[in-house]
């Protein structure tokens, strides 16, 4: 039962440019969510969240989108940089239970 | 940097023996978690303890215990590992008190069940 869904498992674009992964969810209940970025053999890393109560949060080239009437939830990173090469799970999480999709694989090309 | 460490970071070990992995940290959290990470599964929670012998399970918990006897650790057993428990383990700690109650997580440690 996955109730995360990440449908793409790779992104490749180039430096620059706008990137836009993706997640899906189908619990309701989901009041916080999260996006993580994880380089091999290290610990994911948190990057951004955002409540259920509201539908956009910013940080520096980070920005993440809610539509909860969709259950979507997106991450935005402009401009790209090479740097953000890496995968990135989206996670939602309610009462100490957090669900995890799959990751994107983002690739920066310089 | 949470002040997570996790031990041993590397480990191999054949089926039906007892496996014990440990997690640290130095700042004094009140939630810890265990996941494992799998090809296709993302991060999948195992137990998670919110305070000194108060632990309870996650999504994937058969085969798998834990224990917190004190706050700065929180120990992951296997107490007859099978190949299916290959995997990564992360352990996570929850700052609480803030805008946002993110989870932060160890470097990992990879078990390989022969």
């Known amino acids: 039962d996955q109730q995360v869904k990440q449908n793409s498992p790779s992104l490749s674009v180039q430096e620059g440019r706008i990137s836009i992964l993706n997640c899906d969810y189908t619990n309701s209940m989901f009041d916080y969510f999260l996006w993580y970025k994880k380089y091999p053999a290290e610990g994911p890393t948190f990057l951004i969240s955002i409540s259920s109560i509201k539908d956009k949060n910013e940080d520096g080239r980070f920005t993440v989108f809610l539509n909860k009437s969709a259950k979507h939830l997106s991450l935005h990173i402009v401009p790209s940089q090479p740097g953000d090469s890496a995968v990135y799970f989206c996670?939602?999480?309610?009462?100490?239970?957090?669900?995890f999709g799959a990751g994107t694989r983002l690739t920066v090309k310089p | 940097d949470a002040g997570i460490t996790q031990s041993p970071r590397h480990k191999v070990t054949e089926t039906g023996t007892p496996v014990t992995l440990r997690c640290h940290q130095t700042e004094n959290h009140r939630y810890m978690y265990w996941y494992r990470q799998d090809p296709g599964h993302g991060l999948r929670l195992i137990h998670y303890?919110?305070?000194?012998?108060?632990?309870d399970k996650g999504e994937v918990s058969d085969g798998y215990s834990v224990s917190r006897s004190k706050t700065e650790d929180f120990l992951l057993t296997l107490e007859s590992a099978t190949s299916s428990q290959t995997s990564v383990y992360f352990c996570a700690i929850k700052e609480t008190g803030g805008t946002y109650n993110e989870q932060f997580f160890g470097p990992g440690t990879r078990l390989t069940v022969l």
């Open positions: 996670a939602a999480e309610r009462n100490n239970d957090m669900r």
């Open positions: 303890s919110y305070g000194v012998k108060d632990t």
